[in-house]
């Protein structure tokens, strides 16, 4: 079965970015590719402050309300039609519920064939991965370094700690079909 | 009908992205916005300098290849799937193609309640602001400023030349059921 | 006497920087330009959220401490040591302090030529640009629309209101020596 | 004697910027750092794309020409005088010139006491970080890789190809007297 989509989860500064520049270089067609990130950046700014929509707080912690969860279920079916449409697809996702957050993706998707990477760094590593970055709230990275792997199931699973996004990459890359 | 969808189409420094800033301030509702540049800035590096991708000249002409075309097509059936999923969304679009560019979406809307809103702004001036915003190709405004236009229609359009995107906002808003 | 440097000051969103890059473009010699914006972005993250350092509240007021203070006097300096050395340099800076940031200013130039150019925004159209360009604290452009100005002396005055940049870039540019 | 500068050297991709940001953190005082990219940014539009200015080839090449050259040596001597005004500086740069470019800092130093840093990264490493991080004409961290520390005296090199920022940072910072 061909793979339609590419769903990459891991914790804040784990490298998911990187790997996903880097698998976007060696795939043969053009995948384009679109994160939580660039879904917070569509929302209007006044719900990056609201309980409604999703706030982070100064200790790196990231809570999100109603409003918030309501136009992201929204937004995984329009990147679902996307990929039934034709496009082969990356996200890369911080699954903040854990395995919850995986069955909201598997409902939306329906039986449209996914590739599930874990993207993991040892959470000390992804720490100092965020402070030399310096555009992320401290503390992100250690909070969510374990909580977004809670009962996810994976196809396969890289470890930015020793190894370099290319090399990851490439290992993904090798996994679609 | 409620409106469901705005699509905002203008060329290059008209001042779109100003004006969905302050629509998504002032609209009651929290609507996402998502732009031509955000798909273009998805899209794998190598496309952004391609044949099959988009080129961007040194005189600030465009260029879209069938790559392009085929993955921009599935990106709009996404938008269009997020809203019947019950998003409100706001649109900026570049229309290259003029009217061709609008079937295009028409296609994809089936239905949908789209508020269509022609942004407008004298050559020169957009022109200007093209050099005072000093992130883009010098020639694209002038260039995009009538072609994108061109048989296209419009529920209402506002014209950033002597007007301030806030108050263009304000009169879109008062457009939407 | 030649110009030797270019000082702007106005309040957040007043439109600076875009007529820093018109003037850029007018202006004959190349001038680099340097802001207070870039300053603050030099500074270690710690210090943009510390007493000792600059602190933006959340109704866009703005404090800075006396690290801060120590580190904008060197940086003073050495805008001028490079002006000194040949360069012609433009300064896009918001007075807090009014006429002492000017003073503070006058002690570093020494004799060294310089055009003051007062940057003009009602505060009104002011801040509904901050809610468009959408990256800065809303009620910045309010609180500083006046009180950057008290007690200034300038050379010339724009006011971008009603004026473009390029056109506020221009009448600057026919004011250098 | 105390510390008054720290220059960084390394091609492009090497990680200095990672390591910027680790020093500014686990520096007692307060360091503000300036790259030669944000003097590069400094620069009129024009100046990016000039012969006179600074040009970057498709392959990762770049050239300076005469009136880059003047005005890099005239932001030389602000930097220093912005260190002898009493901030610790960290500087940022790629040594084009080798042992050239480093002699033109030492001209503008004086006798500065200076902690001089050599970067180093593999270069498949480099060039594949490049990628990674998508925002860097390829071709420019295997070009510069070797050519930047030719000739080129340190105080201490740090390794980043098996080597974490935040742990070049500590290494770079117990050398700080």
């Known amino acids: ?3 339609r989509m590419i769903i990459l989860n891991g914790g804040s500064s784990a490298g998911k970015s990187g790997i996903v520049r880097c ?4 795939l043969p067609d053009p995948w384009p590719a679109f994160g939580c990130d660039s879904f917070v950046d569509a929302l209007p700014a006044r719900m990056r402050a609201s309980d409604e929509g999703i706030t982070f707080a100064a200790d790196g912690g990231v809570s999100v309300g ?3 969860r309501a136009l992201e279920a929204a937004w995984r079916e329009g990147v679902v039609a996307m990929a039934r449409a034709g496009a082969k697809v990356i996200i890369d996702d911080v699954f903040l519920g854990g395995v919850e957050s995986q069955q909201r993706w598997q ?12 993207v993991r760094c040892e959470s000390a590593v992804a720490a100092a991965r965020e402070v030399a970055r ?22 396969l699973e890289v470890d930015t700690t020793h190894t ?6 490439r290992t993904i890359a090798a996994h679609v079909s």
């Open 1 to 3: 079965m061909t793979t």
């Open 107 to 118: 409902k939306a998707l329906g039986g449209l064939a996914v590739l599930w990477v874990g």
């Open 134 to 155: 310096g555009d992320r709230v401290q503390g992100m990275a250690a909070s969510q370094a374990e909580v977004v792997h809670e009962g996810v199931f994976y196809d």
């Open 66 to 68: 109603a409003e918030f």
């Open 23 to 26: 698998l976007q270089a060696v």
């Open 164 to 169: 370099e996004s290319m090399v990851c990459a």
